[in-house]
């Protein structure tokens, strides 16, 4: 079955659809994006998605390209068009087209992708074995809260923990602070019962799924500080994990080559992947 994306105003087979070169995206990665898990037909935590979408856009003055009634029109209709049950829905809106120059003029019109990604089964994370990460240093801007689509340190970063084996890289600080991961929210468990993350503020994506777990933890009497780590710290708690849409509650069990507690999945971490993937069901 062919693979189609919504392009400015047309559904069209992935590998035939285009943006323009002088696409403000495309030259200056002057755009904004979200990704949002599709589980049992269901996009996750949409709302909150359309919220943070909202928040970037106005935090770097694009105008919703059309109502945010029709996104979500055409997000169910691309979900419909490809059949997709389990997986992902990534929505990009750019600045729009103009000839190239660093300034923007007013009164472009945005630049609106909305395509899809299939995935087996998202209830990875439940059968998971706890994944590595490394630690780098956050070379990133001064506004990561906003998600843009400039990743190029989160690329770097995250290629650099595939080559040494690792699935995530931990960005720190000049104070050696965990800020968060490369595309991920970092977390700690100091000990048992407590979960501990870097606040929201400029030097971090407040997550949706952060959010979420904040919320579910709270629920099981987990107590939550959002309070900086440092790496070491992290590499002396009794569990750490990390959260995404993607990869929801993925528990970690090595950091820089130093195992996490036993090196299994903790009970405050089962917890919360437990919670989380009842809430998604
Ligand atoms: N931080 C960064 C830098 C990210 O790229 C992501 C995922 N896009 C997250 C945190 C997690 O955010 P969410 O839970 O909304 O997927």
């Given at each position: 079955?062919?693979?189609?994306?919504?392009?400015?105003g047309?559904?069209?087979?992935?590998?035939?659809?285009?943006?323009?070169?002088?696409?403000?995206?495309?030259?200056?990665?002057?755009?904004?994006?979200?990704?949002?898990?599709?589980?049992?037909?269901?996009?996750?935590?949409?709302?909150?998605?359309?919220?943070?979408?909202?928040?970037?856009?106005t935090?770097?003055?694009?105008?919703?390209?059309?109502?945010?009634?029709?996104v979500?029109?055409?997000?169910?209709?691309?979900?419909?068009?490809?059949?997709l049950?389990?997986?992902?829905?990534?929505?990009?809106?750019?600045?729009?087209?103009?000839?190239?120059?660093?300034?923007?003029?007013?009164?472009?019109?945005?630049s609106?992708?909305?395509?899809?990604?299939?995935?087996?089964?998202?209830?990875?994370?439940?059968?998971?074995?706890?994944?590595?990460?490394?630690?780098?240093r956050?070379?990133?801007?001064?506004?990561?809260?906003?998600?843009?689509?400039?990743?190029?340190?989160?690329?770097?970063?995250?290629?650099?923990?595939?080559?040494?084996?690792?699935?995530?890289?931990?960005?720190?600080?000049?104070?050696?602070?965990?800020?968060?991961?490369?595309?991920?929210?970092?977390?700690?468990?100091?000990?048992?019962?407590?979960?501990?993350?870097?606040?929201?503020?400029?030097?971090?994506?407040?997550?949706?799924?952060?959010?979420?777990?904040?919320?579910?933890?709270?629920?099981?009497?987990?107590?939550?500080?959002?309070?900086?780590?440092?790496?070491?710290?992290?590499?002396?708690?009794?569990?750490?994990?990390?959260?995404?849409?993607?990869?929801?509650?993925?528990?970690?069990?090595?950091?820089?080559?130093?195992?996490?507690?036993?090196?299994?999945?903790?009970?405050?971490?089962?917890?919360?992947?437990k919670?989380?993937?009842?809430?998604?069901?």
């Open positions: 079955m062919p693979k189609i994306a919504f392009v400015n047309s559904y069209r087979n992935i590998h035939k659809a285009s943006i323009e070169i002088e696409d403000r995206g495309f030259q200056f990665a002057d755009g904004v994006y979200e990704v949002i898990a599709l589980t049992n037909d269901v996009l996750i935590d949409l709302d909150f998605h359309l919220d943070r979408l909202n928040r970037s856009l935090e770097i003055n694009i105008k919703w390209p059309m109502s945010r009634e029709s979500m029109a055409i997000c169910a209709e691309v979900i419909r068009r490809n059949r049950t389990q997986g992902s829905l990534y929505i990009q809106i750019t600045r729009g087209v103009t000839a190239r120059d660093f300034s923007y003029p007013n009164g472009i019109k945005p609106l992708v909305i395509y899809g990604r299939r995935s087996r089964n998202n209830q990875a994370s439940s059968k998971a074995q706890g994944i590595k990460v490394i630690s780098t956050d070379i990133r801007w001064g506004r990561c809260d906003i998600k843009s689509i400039s990743l190029l340190a989160s690329v770097l970063a995250k290629t650099q923990a595939n080559h040494k084996i690792a699935q995530e890289a931990w960005l720190l600080n000049e104070d050696g602070f965990v800020t968060e991961g490369a595309s991920s929210n970092a977390w700690i468990v100091p000990r048992p019962n407590v979960i501990q993350t870097h606040p929201v503020n400029s030097s971090i994506l407040s997550g949706i799924t952060r959010l979420r777990t904040i919320k579910l933890a709270q629920e099981q009497s987990i107590k939550v500080i959002e309070r900086p780590f440092s790496i070491n710290e992290a590499k002396k708690a009794k569990e750490a994990f990390l959260t995404s849409s993607t990869l929801f509650v993925q528990p970690i069990v090595n950091i820089d080559g130093s195992q996490i507690g036993d090196g299994e999945i903790g009970s405050t971490t089962k917890t919360l992947i919670s989380y993937l009842d809430f998604m069901d």
